[in-house]
């Protein structure tokens, strides 16, 4: 069994993951519509991705006895000013995210729930890779530069950014 405490804070997470899908897929389809494809397959990845964290969530709050609430996502962003600024806000989202984990971490701690904690080792590690991966995408932005055909080469190497842990 989980606390209603730790339940309300792991449907919290269920709603941010599935923001993070719903942003990450708004953020290919800005992609796809301005001609970067390359980043447009990543941030597809990255939904997908962030649909199984918030299905992982979701079937935890379940079997440990909990109501998990499917949620309500609203205020997407559709249009950016500029390639740049899609990275920035998916580092910002990773960061946020990050931050999130840690906060229910230390009410587990605190409550010394420890089969939540032990859950949420596979999300404090996979956010190292999370984190990482957005990091170095933004990154290309300084290494290749934006000018003449730089946006096209940062677009074909966003796809090849590779986590070893
Ligand atoms: Fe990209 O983060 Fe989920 O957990």
Known sequence: LISAEIEAVLNQQIKKEAYSSSIYLSMASWCDRNGFDGSADYFF???EEERHHQMKLYKYVLDMGGTAISPEITNIKIEYNSFREVFEDALDQEV???QSFKNIAAKCHKEQDFVTMEFLNWFLKEQREEEYKARRALE?????GEEGTGRWQI?????SI???S
């Open 140 to 144: 290309l932005f300084e290494v290749i």
């Open 155 to 159: 677009d074909k190497h966003v796809g």
């Open 45 to 47: 990845k990255q939904a």
């Open 96 to 98: 946020a995210i990050t």
């Open 162 to 164: 590779k986590y070893d």
